[in-house]
C-alpha cells in the first residue's frame, strides 16, 4: 500500500479493536486517495490489539527531556508505537476511523487523541528542548461507523474534527 518514492503521504487510523467495518472503509478511503493520486503513499494504522492507556495529567511530558518530543510519556503501552507515523514525520494528510460507541467514538481512539495533547507542550511550556509538529498542512479527514443511521455518527465525527 506504500508508494516509498513519493513525497506526498496520507496515513489512516482506525481505532476499532477488531479488523471490522471501520478499517474496511478506512481502506476504501485510502485505496480511493491512491487511485485518484497514484503518486502519494499511503499507510494504515489499527488500534487491534494494541493497548492505549488514558492520559493520567501527571504531567511529566512538561518535565521529562527525552530523545523525540512523542517520547515524553512516562505511560508505557502502544501510544508511541501508533502516533510516530503522526509526527515523525508530519503526513500531508490524515483519516482518522472510529466506530461509534454510545454515540460517539470509542474509548480507545479518545484516550489516544488526550494522549496526542503532549505533543502539543512546547506551545505552553517553551523550555523544553522540542518544537510541537506543525499539522497546518496537513489535510484532515473523520469516518464514523455505526449500526444504525442515527447512532451516533454524527457526534462521532465531530469528535474526531474537533
Known amino acids: 500500500m506504500t508508494n516509498a518514492r513519493s513525497a506526498v503521504r496520507l496515513v489512516g487510523i482506525s481505532s476499532s479493536p477488531r479488523h471490522g467495518n471501520?478499517?474496511?472503509?478506512?481502506?476504501?478511503?485510502?485505496?480511493?486517495a491512491q487511485e485518484a493520486y497514484p503518486e502519494i503513499?499511503?499507510?494504515m494504522i489499527s488500534f487491534k490489539g494494541k493497548k492505549i492507556?488514558?492520559?493520567?495529567?501527571?504531567?511529566?511530558?512538561e518535565r521529562r527531556e527525552t530523545a523525540n518530543l512523542w517520547e515524553q510519556c512516562v505511560l508505557k503501552?502502544?501510544?508511541?508505537?501508533?502516533?510516530?507515523?503522526?509526527?515523525?514525520?508530519v503526513p500531508n494528510g490524515i483519516i482518522i476511523a472510529s466506530p461509534v460507541y454510545f454515540s460517539d467514538v470509542n474509548s480507545a481512539l479518545?484516550?489516544?487523541?488526550e494522549r496526542c495533547t503532549?505533543?502539543?507542550?512546547?506551545?505552553?511550556?517553551p523550555q523544553l528542548p522540542f518544537k510541537p509538529p506543525d499539522f497546518s498542512r496537513?489535510?484532515?479527514?473523520?469516518?464514523a461507523v455505526g449500526f444504525h443511521r442515527h447512532g451516533g455518527q454524527e457526534t462521532a465525527i465531530l469528535t474526531i474534527l474537533r
Do not use: H, N
Not at 503532549?118 to 511550556?125: I, R
Open 118 to 125: 503532549s505533543l502539543l507542550k512546547p506551545y505552553w511550556f
Open 77 to 89: 503501552d502502544d501510544w508511541v508505537e501508533l502516533v510516530r507515523p503522526l509526527v515523525d514525520p
Open 22 to 32: 471501520t478499517e474496511i472503509l478506512l481502506r476504501e478511503a485510502l485505496q480511493a
Open 53 to 61: 492507556r488514558p492520559c493520567y495529567d501527571c504531567k511529566a511530558c
Open 138 to 143: 496537513t489535510a484532515g479527514g473523520a469516518l
Open 41 to 43: 503513499a499511503i499507510e
Open 110 to 113: 479518545r484516550a489516544f487523541m
